[in-house]
């Protein structure tokens, strides 16, 4: 499987600024998928990133708050814009193989 | 909608026993179910899944059963060993997509 390597790993941050995520994947990709899950939630799809097109995002979430870039097949990385203390989540990027989601080991993001 | 529900936000066992965790979905469109466990600080790994054309699938101490007319799932773990205590996530694609849509999880505890 896929192996992923996602850091940071984790940081507190204070409400205004901005964090960059950064995930790289061991093998060349069409697809990778940033996923947030939020306190005590759900893993929820914040945006699919293709490589030499827009990100697609989902309902909720707009590229002026998740810009995404995805300059090649095994990079790609994801910002958390203007962070609030409801930002505060963990992120996680991943690639689908066999049909099966393999994830990055996550960022722990704590707004203050 | 939650498309995806696990009820029981947690769960103790007693070590060497058998642990159920549940899984409810409501979209009849969904044909493939995976299961992940989440260690605090890691992404969550992929455990075992099935397709909507079985109705049990083993792979060591983890069955997963599914009751497609009563739209449930079912992750079995038996002997249930300390190690396993992680949350468990079932998750579904959506028809066509790489959108997978997970439950809330339910946090495994067990006991030594």
């Known amino acids: 499987s896929a192996v992923i390597s996602q850091k940071p790993s984790r940081d507190i941050c204070q409400r205004g600024t901005s964090l960059t995520i950064q995930c790289q994947v061991d093998?060349?990709?069409?697809?990778m998928f940033w996923y947030r899950q939020q306190p005590g939630q759900s893993l929820t799809l914040i945006a699919t990133?293709?490589?030499?097109?827009?990100?697609?995002?989902e309902s909720g979430f707009v590229i002026d708050k998740f810009p995404i870039s995805r300059p090649n097949l095994t990079f790609s990385t994801l910002t958390v814009s203007n962070m609030s203390p409801e930002d505060s989540s963990i992120y996680l990027c991943?690639?689908?193989?066999?049909?099966?989601?393999?994830f990055g080991s996550g960022t722990q993001l704590s707004v203050l | 909608d939650q498309q995806v529900k696990q009820n029981s936000p947690s769960l103790s066992v007693q070590e060497g026993r058998i642990s159920i965790l549940n899984c409810d979905y409501t979209?009849?469109?969904?044909?493939?179910f995976l299961w992940y466990k989440k260690y605090p600080a890691e992404g969550p790994t992929f455990l075992i899944s099935?397709?909507?054309?079985?109705d049990k699938n083993e792979d060591g101490r983890f069955t997963v059963f599914l009751n497609k007319s009563a739209k449930h799932l079912s992750l079995h773990i038996v002997p249930s060993q300390p190690g396993d205590s992680a949350v468990y996530f079932c998750?579904?694609?959506?028809?066509?997509?790489?959108?997978?849509?997970f439950g809330t999880g339910t946090r495994l505890k067990v006991l030594a």
């Open positions: 099935i397709s909507s054309i079985k």
């Open positions: 990133a293709n490589q030499g097109s827009e990100a697609t995002y």
């Open positions: 991943s690639v689908v193989e066999n049909e099966k989601l393999f």
């Open positions: 093998s060349q990709v069409t697809m």
């Open positions: 998750a579904a694609p959506t028809s066509g997509t790489y959108k997978y849509i």
């Open positions: 979209n009849s469109m969904f044909d493939y």
